[in-house]
T-cell receptor, first 116, second 114 residues
Framework: GAGVSQSPRYKVTKRGQDVALRCDPISGHVSLYWYRQALGQGPEFLTYFNYEAQQDKSGLPNDRFSAERPEGSISTLTIQRTEQRDSAMYRC??????????????FGPGTRLTVL | DAKTTQPNSMESNEEEPVHLPCNHSTISGTDYIHWYRQLPSQGPEYVIHGLTSNVNNRMASLAIAEDRKSSTLILHRATLRDAAVYYCILRERNYGGSQGNLIFGKGTKLSVKP
């Protein structure tokens, strides 16, 4: 079946521009997560949603970063006024949520963002 | 979440078993032990998880110490495709809903030699 998809796969932008990264979770998955991964490091949590509600945004580095999931399915991570330090791989994951014991997260292929 | 400690890297020969250790001395009674791995140029993928008893699935086995302060992920016959970074992650048991985000450390980079 279809897994988590993300678009675009690669994004090159100039410093100061806004970017929007899209995540399409596995159908029926309640929970959706955004992570950021620098080269050679493990993924770092940014924010997550249950349905359309943003449950935790403590990992967003500053107010230039925002995320939404208006209909409880597709999510968009927006970075305003991009800076070079925002360059990274941005990964999305989804899970069934609920009371599932393991609550396995399934990751998408990521969006590689490069800010020039 | 309690922290985990893993070796930075390990090497294995193809077709041989691999034991990947993880220390979690501050684990609480409600923490599950999860393992994810990340193959080169891919997103992380779930491997296995357990609470107290040893667990087996098609990918690996998880051996959990009796005091739960450590665990070992066992790949019974390593293949070249098992070369990846393996992450040991503790997750608090949560009956009420999603268990929230995963906290990845640096993991163990496993190299498999032919």
């Amino acid at each position: 079946g279809a897994g988590v998809s993300q678009s675009p796969r690669y994004k090159v932008t100039k410093r100061g521009q806004d970017v929007a990264l899209r995540c399409d979770p596995i159908s029926g998955h309640v929970s959706l997560y955004w992570y950021r991964q620098a080269l050679g490091q493990g993924p770092e949590f940014l924010t997550y949603f249950n349905y359309e509600a943003q449950q935790d945004k403590s990992g967003l580095p500053n107010d230039r970063f925002s995320a939404e999931r208006p209909e409880g399915s597709i999510s968009t991570l927006t970075i305003q006024r991009t800076e070079q330090r925002d360059s990274a791989m941005y990964r999305c994951a989804s899970s069934l949520g609920g009371a599932a014991q393991g609550d396995t997260q399934y990751f998408g292929p990521g969006t590689r963002l490069t800010v020039l | 979440d309690a922290k985990t400690t893993q070796p930075n890297s390990m090497e294995s020969n193809e077709e041989e078993p691999v034991h990947l250790p993880c220390n979690h001395s501050t684990i609480s009674g409600t923490d599950y032990i999860h393992w994810y791995r990340q193959l080169p140029s891919q997103g992380p993928e779930y491997v296995i998880h357990g609470l107290t008893s040893n667990v087996n699935n098609r990918m690996a086995s998880l051996a959990i110490a009796e005091d739960r302060k450590s665990s070992t992920l066992i790949l019974h016959r390593a293949t070249l495709r098992d070369a990846a970074v393996y992450y040991c992650i503790l997750r608090e048991r949560n009956y009420g809903g999603s268990q929230g985000n995963l906290i990845f450390g640096k993991g163990t980079k496993l190299s498999v030699k032919p």
